[in-house]
């Protein structure tokens, strides 16, 4: 079975501070997707790699970036905590059908529960 | 842009009871489309999905059919159980590699 994990479920920081949180797939997975999720919003895509080292901004990359040193590892940084940043991330992975094209499914961590105070 | 719509929630149901969720979509061409669904305290997870017009895609008992005339791709159940609760979410992917999903809809079943 495809694994994904998230480095915490729960997390507490507080405004201001740098916050990583750490994604890992086992899957030699091509894609690796950062998304937050917010109560009648649905998931939102923050930022997308599709390979070692490459990156692409989502629809709302604002106040994130992220860092993909290994195929197995993405991670998204918060570089200075705001309370509107509050929200529940998910981490997701998946194969490239054809160049950098995904219509493959995508399998989903268990979320990272952020609160900023 | 690329869009999708799914009826809000919350949705609650006795158990045995009918289940149905509509989603359209905006996407030009042949997206494909999925169902995930997020129980509670968990991630998202591939419930069922379809690639081309007419598929039926199904898993658990759940059914979505791929209406390409309407733009559609309603997840239905014929009988919920209490296991059934959680998050659903109708997704779309387009001609680049992006997942787009709708709002979700919360389903609580009760016994």
């Known amino acids: 079975d495809v694994k994904v994990t998230q480095s915490s479920r729960y997390l507490v920081k507080r405004t201001g501070e740098k916050v990583f949180l750490e994604c890992v797939q086992d899957m030699d997975h091509e894609n690796m997707f950062w998304y937050r999720q917010d109560p009648g919003l649905g998931l939102r895509l923050i930022y997308f790699s599709y390979d070692v080292k490459m990156k692409e901004k989502g629809d709302i990359p604002e106040g994130y970036s992220v860092s993909r040193e290994k195929k197995e590892r993405f991670s998204l940084i918060l570089e200075s905590a705001s309370t509107n940043q509050t929200s529940m991330y998910l981490c997701a992975s998946s194969y490239q059908t054809s160049g950098r094209g995904n219509t493959d499914t995508q399998y989903f961590g268990p979320g990272t529960r952020l609160t900023v105070l | 842009g690329n869009s999708v719509t799914q009826m809000e929630g919350p949705v609650t149901l006795s158990e045995e009871a009918f289940l149905t969720i509509n989603c359209t979509y905006t996407?030009?061409?042949?997206?494909?489309l999925f169902w995930y669904v997020q129980y509670p305290g968990e991630g998202l997870q591939l419930l069922l999905k379809a690639t081309k017009a007419d598929d039926k895609g199904s898993n658990k008992g759940f059914e979505a059919t791929y209406r390409k005339e309407t733009t559609s791709f309603h997840l239905e159940k014929g009988s919920v159980q209490v296991s059934d609760s959680a998050v659903y979410f109708c997704?779309?992917?387009?001609?680049?590699?992006?997942?787009?999903f709708g709002a979700g809809t919360t389903v609580t079943v009760r016994a």
């Open positions: 997704a779309q992917v387009a001609n680049d590699y992006k997942l787009s």
């Open positions: 996407a030009t061409g042949y997206p494909s």
